[in-house]
């Protein structure tokens, strides 16, 4: 299959509703993007899909909500206040910043990615600037109440570990997930929805016995990889990088990365690391709680809990699952761009499309059919354009199956439905479809 470009996936976002640039009409807002109608359906059934595998289908996870706003003393805690930095440097010729990291060459001497000044490293050593987006609650803006937008999903499932484990009466292993957003203030930013300073994480903390972490962390690295498998996602597209010990963040044992192969490189979907118990040791002596995992059970030990944690982005699934279904294929000399997604992402699982819309029993049999489907799956009646037109258009947006209601479909009661991928046909009774999208598994799943 020829590998899809960027600019194509970009294209078909916006031409077909699924991710629009943040604030459009003022000229936009750099690297902030919003989901458009299909993209919002995208989204949400890639977070439902990971909720309903990694909270609702297994017996040692419990689900989580916690707020973007946090107390302060948390990111002191976590060591995000003094540590969640990147080292920038200035450019003396466009007063551009710049990561350190990111400038090209070796050495002291380098050069600006920008304007090609010479950058001395030695004369302006690099600075820490930290990633946090800083706000103020209430009516005065000064230091007392300054908070921060949360970087990181994490730390509200540490601060509520004793809450979920008193609530539920939890015993180890078992983990919580959660899905929100997070926010930082990223100095490069690109790649569509990749990089953001706005974006949504789905994170579990899952707590072992310190003696039982590797034998987790193993399992949920293999795990994690496979639930993008199990969505459609091309395995050689797929890749498992370990980390190597000076990347590892301050928290961090060991961390593997799943990453996946955009049009712009291998890069990172999510991270599985061990955490040992830095968090919950952390938060126990700032706030004074005793965070100790106590199980009588075994001899009335107490210790603190090791932390694994697979923890990934929504938006670079999302944007993975689209570069992974886009392709381009040569159908009767003219080019038909499919969404190959899998049914559970597809954010339509069924068009149906009158033949001749100004036959209104056509249109009539075709609004009756779509409604009778509304509660099993998403289905949409199409009456806007000819039929060859619609199907394309559906075609590009993952829609399954187009239903297809003719004359003949007065006399016989059988509709055309065809099938996204092959393009194949079948003629099936109108009062049959419940059993037909049945054994497809659009219903009952
Ligand atoms: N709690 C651990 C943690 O936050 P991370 O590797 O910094 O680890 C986890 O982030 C995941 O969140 C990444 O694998 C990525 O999918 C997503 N992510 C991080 N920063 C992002 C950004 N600026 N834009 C979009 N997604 C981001």
Redesign the pocket.
Known sequence: MPEVSMDAVVALCKRRGFVFQSSEIYGGLASTWDYGPLGAELKRNVKNAWWKSVVQQRDDMEGLDAAILMHPAVWKASGHLDGFTDALVDCKGCKKRFRADHLPGQGAQRSCPECKAVIDLEKTPPRPFNLMLKTHLGAVEDESAATYMRP?T?QGIFVNFLNVINSRHRKLPFGIAQIGK?F?N?IT?GNFT????E?E?M?IEYFVRPEAADEAYHRWIAERRQWYLDLGMRPEKVRLRPHAADELAHYAQACTDIEYAFPFGWS????I?NRRDFDLRQHAEHSGKDLTYFDQADGGQRFIPYVI?P???V??AVLAFLADAYREEEVKGETRVVLGLHKELSPCKVAVLPLLKKRPELVEMAKKITSSFKKHFVVKYDDTAAIGKLYRRQDEIGTMYCVTVDVQSLDDGQVTVRYRDTMLQDRVAADRLFDYFQTKGLIGN
Do not use: I, V, Y
Request: net charge negative; glycine share 12%.
């Open positions: 990181e994490a997070s930082r990223e930013p990749f990089r953001t300073r974006f994480q994170e990172e979907l999510e991270g690391a944690e923890s990934g982005g938006d670079r």
